[in-house]
């Protein structure tokens, strides 16, 4: 039992460029979600998911797509990188029974 | 909306120590509280959680008791070790009818010296 699993582990982007965050969870949970964490800003919420084929928009959505079409993938779609996407990116997956989120080790993405 | 806020860090206490990291949140209804703990390099591992108006909930020697008339989660620990140096972030989950999205405090990060 992997638990949430997350690629890569680092990434360096210039300005422009595109990429996927790569986020998988073995727990057969319905909930996804992806954060950015930023220094002094705790955990804001992108964008997330209630299940296979429905995605929504968190608290700062602008510049990221998700989509989720099986329960283990929720990939986060950068499509033109900004330095102000500079951040520590994680995904969780939820266990609606008990309402815990279960966080992957995150992606430290820099925008240069 | 719903909101968390914590106690600014950093806080810096010696081994052994008592530690209290205070967190008061506002929202509708009967939200749930949690607190996350991040380890260097790590993403966040749930801590501790209570569900209900003096539920006590309890892990690794932490505890918070959930006060509503205070609205208030604090986390305390009697004696800290240098091993509990993390960020520790407080957290709910509203109480509508599948709202599972976590509101997190900044975060607050303890250091322990030996």
């Known amino acids: 039992n992997a638990g949430v699993t997350q690629t890569p582990k680092f990434q360096v982007l210039k300005t422009g460029q595109s990429m996927t965050l790569q986020c998988a969870q073995d727990m057969n949970h319905e909930y996804m979600s992806w954060y950015r964490q930023d220094p002094g800003m705790g955990l804001r919420l992108i964008h997330y998911?209630?299940?296979?084929?429905?995605?929504d928009q968190g608290e700062v959505p602008n510049g990221y797509n998700v989509s989720r079409s099986t329960t283990e993938d929720f990939p986060l779609r950068l499509l033109s990188a900004a330095p102000s996407q500079t951040s520590v990116y994680f995904c969780?997956?939820?266990?609606?029974?008990?309402?815990?989120?279960?966080f992957g080790p995150g992606t430290r993405l820099t925008v240069l | 909306g719903n909101s968390v806020t914590q106690m600014e860090g950093p806080v810096t206490l010696s081994e052994e120590a008592f530690l209290t990291i205070n967190c008061t949140y506002t929202?509708?209804?009967?939200?749930?509280l949690f607190w996350y703990v991040q380890y260097p390099g790590e993403g966040l591992q749930l801590l501790l959680k209570?569900?209900?108006?003096?539920d006590k909930g309890s892990n690794k020697g932490f505890e918070a008791t959930y006060r509503k008339e205070t609205t208030s989660f604090h986390l305390e620990k009697g004696s800290v070790q240098v091993s509990d140096s993390a960020v520790y972030f407080c957290a709910l989950i509203g109480s509508n009818f599948g709202n599972e999205k976590l509101t997190f405090g900044t975060g607050t990060r303890l250091t322990i010296i030996p």
């Open positions: 969780a997956s939820t266990d609606r029974d008990t309402d815990t989120q279960y």
């Open positions: 209570a569900t209900k108006a003096d």
């Open positions: 929202a509708t209804g009967y939200p749930s």
């Open positions: 998911s209630v299940g296979a084929g429905i995605t």
